[in-house]
């Protein structure tokens, strides 16, 4: 696909997965720009998006990453978007849900959603970065084969004198839950990563470094009997979003279901059933969907998008399952 439609894409094909800290230093290596931007493939940017957030990058001060605010599939806002260092005990908070005194959470969320601010720890799915700046950390560490890479690569940011910021005026969509299943093999990995950042940056106290250890390989080993199949829902109405009444027609014959048109709409169209709102970017832009999808956010709305010029729509339903295309 980024063959047939990017071929000004320099397009790195490996015969085997490396992980992502490896495949984003290859990468990294073959950049030539002043700024490097991380960008997981099931995220959806606004136009302005890369203008916006390098624009931020040149005038705040010691920056090193940079984020933004990231929205999943229900337009809800995702917490990783900023987070704080897990030391050992936010660690143990973390795992077992407890509040230990005085203890940071795990996510940030002292931080105002919409804010500008300095912060510990961004997500891996969007993070922008001067080159020479990453490069003098060395980049991320290939130990990590998925997940804990990116706190630590900000971990380091923070201990070379950097800061990372969290931008919240800049919104993305990021699905999730489509970089890896949430089966055994995601359980071992993200708590496998876990474990060794804890080990590389904080191991330190014999007694606690034993608790964090076991709490780790206890939860592992509970996470990885749990059932983290999604049970698709049952729409009862479609609406798409455009004016384009061939679409909608060819939408209708695919999923077998009356699909109303609309130009526009309004939280009162709403209703309680179960509802899904299909946008076409050949009529609204990833910046109009996006501020939609966070306006009509509800427990019973879903959302999917048909990209410009393409034959298929794209969307997930939950938070941190598999979304789907639906080509017709």
Partial sequence: MIEEHFPEVILIQNNNNVGFASANNQGATLAQGEYVCFLNPDTIVAPD????????????????LLGPRLINGMGNYL????????????SLRRLFGIKLGHVKNYYADHIPTASTSYVDVLVGAFMLVRKGHFDAVGGFDEDYFMYG????????????????????????????????????TYIK?????????????????????????????????????????KKKRII??????????????????????????LQTMGK???????????????????????DQMQDFRKDNVTFKIKPKNRSYIIGSDFSDGKGETIIF
């Fill in 149 to 184: 890479e990116d706190l630590d690569l900000c971990y380091r940011f923070k201990k070379s004198g950097h800061q990372n910021y969290y931008i919240g005026s800049i919104v993305a969509i990021h699905y999730r839950g489509e970089s890896t299943d949430r089966n055994a």
């Fill in 268 to 290: 009162e169209d709403l209703g309680d059933t179960n509802i899904e709102i299909i946008f076409d970017n050949n009529f609204l832009s990833f910046q109009e969907i996006i």
């Fill in 79 to 90: 917490h990783e978007s900023k987070r704080n260092i897990p030391s050992p005990l936010t």
């Fill in 236 to 261: 009862d109405q479609y609406y798409l979003i455009s004016n384009d009444k061939v679409l909608c027609q060819r939408i209708s014959s695919k999923l077998s279901k009356k699909v109303t048109i």
């Fill in 189 to 229: 990995r993200f708590y496998g990563a876990m474990r060794l950042f804890y080990k590389k940056h904080f191991r330190s106290d014999t007694i606690l470094d034993a608790m964090v250890s076991i709490a780790i390989r206890l939860v592992t080993a509970i996470q990885s009997f749990r059932n983290f199949d």
């Fill in 49 to 64: 998006t890369f203008v916006e957030i390098i624009d931020k990058a040149k005038k705040l001060p010691h920056a090193g």
